[in-house]
């Protein structure tokens, strides 16, 4: 607890942007700023954690207050509306768009720091932006054209392959709303371990490794490199 207090503290007192909104993560050891260019993934990531917080250890003012300001800082400044509502990678400390990429983690972690918020405070807005963001990086993922015209970061006919911090990450952002919004969730997670199970990131769902249609796996593996993925989504009682 007192570890993650400092922690807490820290970022409060050095990280967040009192003029602008959002925050910096550009800090040394001491909290001093040594860029002042925003990490778009990281408005959403920092957005996420003080909701997180509140939904864990109870609301507080001003992990909330800090909450709503990456998250309103993203909704303002970090979303390119001439390419369809793809997010920027970086900006200014002011909002300007710095960089664009062809990777869509900003809008999986804005839809995470979304339904987080919605989860904490119930304000439907954000909600439905997490919807929207959450069914974008699927999309976009899933033979979308890229509103961006970047285009795939190789060429598949020289050499095929397929990244699995694409499906990680979706499992991350799923986990926070299968809890907020479990209405919407547990047909993207099947498709999610489908996709998994297709690369050949697991065994195929047998007796000894997927056991029901609840998708428990079985022992963890020791294996150095593989991940145990923990995501459980339960039919509520009526």
Known sequence: QSEL????????????????GGVYTCLDRRGEIYSTDKSV???????????YLCHVYGVREEWLRASKSCIDFMEEHCINHAAGGRMYFTVTAEGAPLRQRRYCFSEAFYAMANAEYYGVTGERENLERARRAYDLYWDLNHGMPDPTGLGPKTEPETRTGRAF????IYLNVTAVMQRVDPENAAP????????????????????????????RGGEPSIRKGWYRITIRIEEEEH
């Not at 400092?6 to 602008?20: A, C, Y």
């Open 165 to 168: 911090g694409i499906p990680m």
């Open 5 to 20: 207090k400092k922690s807490i503290d820290f970022w409060l007192k050095n990280g967040m942007d009192e003029v602008n």
């Open 188 to 215: 993207m997670v099947k498709a999610i371990l489908d996709a998994l199970t297709d690369t050949g990131f697991w065994p195929d769902d047998d007796s000894k490794h997927i056991i029901g249609p609840d998708y």
């Open 41 to 51: 993934w990281m408005q959403g990531r920092c957005g996420w954690i003080f909701a």
